[in-house]
């Protein structure tokens, strides 16, 4: 029967069996590769990738002069980027969002085109993005920025529009509240949930763009290294990578929705 | 401080070429409960509007205490059938919110001063009480969500009346409740004003004017001192909806009972005088309740 309910112990016994069935399978994969050819990289074996965990760990450069290990200097990177142009994006979502939401002749300007420009896959818009900013810090953030912003401007000036009533706002006013106090008091904390999920929303695109314009003109980061180490078939680094990129996923996840609970505790779904 | 609470002079509202509101004039008195009735359509809830100040009449002028409505403000407060509580605070700080916008600054509250933390003690302390009036103290750490709509409209209502308005609208504040909360929530407006009623003895300014927007004619003149009946069916109908029914309610104490037989006679008249559409007569016929205010303080000071 569709939704009939399993005991608790046995749906946890198959969400490990499933992940258990899938690392056999990738194992027996990589046997049968390495049989066919021992010198193959592009599927690595369990062993083959934590040799590659412990080399990106490994300082870099000659003995004498180590420099930062690669997943570092990588990590640091992305990070920076992925952080400050979220950040950027995520305050200009809101201002403008709000402010749409909540003045008609801000709204009236904005929300035709925000609606087109929120419509165009900004992957698409790195070639004029690397024209705009060129090379250098300035474009990963900008175009992380760039990259949320128009959606997620569409979706916070929605949320003020549907979830915030006209009752609520005219009874904040017979409450004695002024103009920016509704905005603050009223609307920022009523949509402040959506906010939250907005971002968790948003962080997966971010990535995106930040790691296909790594691939494309960084000399450092996560992007950069996934593409040439692949270059080089060195798959048991790339891997790793990509298993860094879904831990930081779930890291993002798990701590949005931390803040949700804990900032949002009337919010429930 | 003005006679009157609430003052309509000459109001009329027009949407495109259609006249929905007709010269309405209307005094409310300090300490009245007013409810207004009249068939779907009429301009109740454009009138309430037009108080509210969201939607400023075409013609006309109101004034609260006074003072000319220019915009939802302090003078009037708002109790909405769907309780528009704020989701985000509980019982108690949605009670208490007004008090907090009034009283202190955001400044007061982003640098969290000594004085804000003193004044937000005394907000919720105000808060608690005024649950207690409404009969909720249990409730005041629930948030919106985890109430039922009687207790959600109680809040609503302390909310309102803990700022102390001048007069609070009540829009149809009890359409969405069954009927063992509606008769909680009747009960607790005739407390009210059994309050108002202690205040003129004791030579006070009565602190509960309400003015209710209702469909529910035995609710009118239940809970309400004056029924106002709005209609366009009379003589200059077709000018717009008037104020054709204007008359005093029996006053009921909270401990009474529920006995709506005493009102039969008057609920008959009201749904004749405003509601049958075959029933055309001169919009004053029935608007005598000036006249009958000797009479009604003469009842009233009987209690």
């Given amino acids: 029967m569709i939704r009939r309910d399993i005991p608790r112990w046995l749906f946890w016994l198959l969400a490990i069996g499933g992940v258990a069935v899938l690392l056999g399978a990738y194992e027996m994969l990589a046997a049968r590769a390495t049989r066919t050819n021992p010198l193959q990289t592009t599927i690595p074996s369990f062993e083959m990738l934590v040799k590659g965990l412990n080399k990106i760990f490994q300082p870099q450069g000659e003995p004498e002069n180590p420099k930062s290990p690669m997943f570092w200097v990588d990590m640091r990177a992305t990070l920076s980027r992925l952080i400050i142009g979220m950040g950027i994006g995520v305050a200009a979502s809101v201002v403008v969002g709000v402010l749409m939401g909540a003045y008609r002749w801000i709204e009236a300007p904005l929300f035709l085109s925000f609606k087109f420009l929120s419509k165009i896959p900004q992957i698409a818009m790195l070639s004029i993005y690397f024209n705009i900013f060129e090379t250098g810090e300035v474009l990963f953030t900008s175009l992380v920025a760039l990259g949320i912003f128009f959606s997620m401007t569409q979706s916070i000036y929605l949320a003020v529009r549907q979830d915030v009533s006209d009752e609520a706002i005219n009874k904040a006013y017979t409450l004695g509240a002024s103009e920016f106090e509704i905005l603050y008091e009223v609307i920022w904390k009523q949509i402040l949930p959506k906010i939250i999920d907005n971002i968790r929303l948003q962080t997966g695109p971010a990535i995106i763009f930040l790691l296909a314009a790594e691939m494309a003109v960084a000399n450092a980061g996560l992007g950069y290294q996934i593409r040439m180490q692949s270059r080089i078939l060195n798959m048991s680094i790339v891997f790793v990578y990509l298993a860094i990129l879904a831990f930081i996923g779930l890291i993002v996840e798990w701590g949005l929705d931390t803040l949700r609970q804990k900032l949002c505790p009337w919010c429930v779904d | ?303």
């Fill in chain 2, 1 to 303: 401080m003005s006679e009157y609470a609430l003052e309509i002079k000459s109001l009329s509202h027009v949407f495109g070429s259609f006249r929905v509101l007709d010269n309405i004039d209307l005094q409310v008195l300090p300490g009245q409960i007013v409810a207004v009735v009249g068939p779907s359509g009429c301009g109740k809830s454009t009138l309430l509007k037009a108080i509210l100040g969201t939607h400023p009449p075409t013609h006309g002028e109101i004034l609260t205490d006074g003072m000319p409505v220019r915009g939802p403000n302090r003078n009037v407060g708002i109790v909405y059938q769907n309780y528009a509580l704020y989701d985000f605070l509980t019982a108690e700080k949605n009670v208490s919110f007004g008090l907090k916008m009034d009283e202190t600054s955001m400044w007061m509250r982003f640098l969290a001063t000594r004085k804000y933390f003193a004044k937000r003690r005394d907000h919720l302390k105000k808060s608690l009480d005024f649950l207690n009036v409404v009969g909720l103290s249990e409730a005041c750490g629930k948030y919106p969500h985890e109430m039922s709509g009687g207790m959600k409209q109680r809040v609503a209502v302390a909310q309102a009346f803990i700022m102390r308005p001048k007069i609070v609208l009540l829009d149809e504040p009890f359409g969405a409740l069954d009927e063992a909360m509606r008769e909680d929530l009747q009960m607790m407006l005739l407390r009210f004003y059994q309050e108002n009623l202690i205040a003129k003895r004791e030579g006070r300014r009565p602190e509960y004017t309400i003015l209710m927007v209702t469909h529910e004619l035995n609710e009118a003149i239940y809970v309400a001192d004056r029924v106002i009946g709005l209609s366009r069916f009379h003589t200059q109908g077709e000018q717009g909806a008037a104020i054709v029914y204007d008359r005093p309610c029996p006053v009921f104490r909270p401990d009474d009972p529920r006995d709506f037989s005493k009102f039969v006679e008057q609920r008959e008249e009201l749904r004749r005088a405003v509601f049958d559409e075959n029933y055309i007569k001169d919009r004053n016929q029935y608007v005598t309740f000036w006249k009958e205010l000797g009479t009604l303080a003469n009842s009233v000071a009987g209690i």
